[in-house]
Nanobody
Framework: VQLVESGGGLVQAGGSLRLSCSAS????????MAWFRQAPGKEREFVAS????????YVDSVKGRFAISRDNTNANTVYLQMNSLKPDDTGAYYC??????????????WGRGTQVTVSS
């Protein structure tokens, strides 16, 4: 499975962005998927994960602002809708597949990341 992220960019605080992660391979729909992020000088941080079509979990700092979803049809895509963005949300956002929860070492597949920058 190969993962390619898109949708990052520069946005003002309070704005919104929608990240997409396109997955190759028919096995995609069997994998739980997640988003992580990494700010400069900090460790990679779990953001959200989703099982097949629901059962999403989020890190506390994004609850009520971010929403993870997936399209298991031909699109084979995972989304991260980010609303009410804050400067602390700035970082490189990575799509990951194969597990759920905050342990990055448990994931088998990673994308290369897309940059999100939130200005104050």
């Amino acid at each position: 499975v190969q993962l390619v992220e898109s949708g990052g960019g520069l946005v003002q605080a309070g704005g919104s962005l929608r990240l997409s992660c396109s997955a190759s391979g028919r096995a995609f729909r069997r994998y739980p998927m997640a988003w992580f992020r990494q700010a400069p000088g900090k460790e990679r941080e779990f953001v959200a994960s989703i099982l097949w079509s629901d059962n999403a979990i989020y890190v506390d700092s994004v609850k009520g602002r971010f929403a993870i979803s997936r399209d298991n049809t031909n699109a084979n895509t995972v989304y991260l809708q980010m609303n009410s963005l804050k400067p602390d949300d700035t970082g490189a956002y990575y799509c990951a597949g194969g597990s759920t929860g905050p342990d990055a070492s448990a994931y088998d597949y990673w994308g290369r990341g897309t940059q999100v920058t939130v200005s104050s």
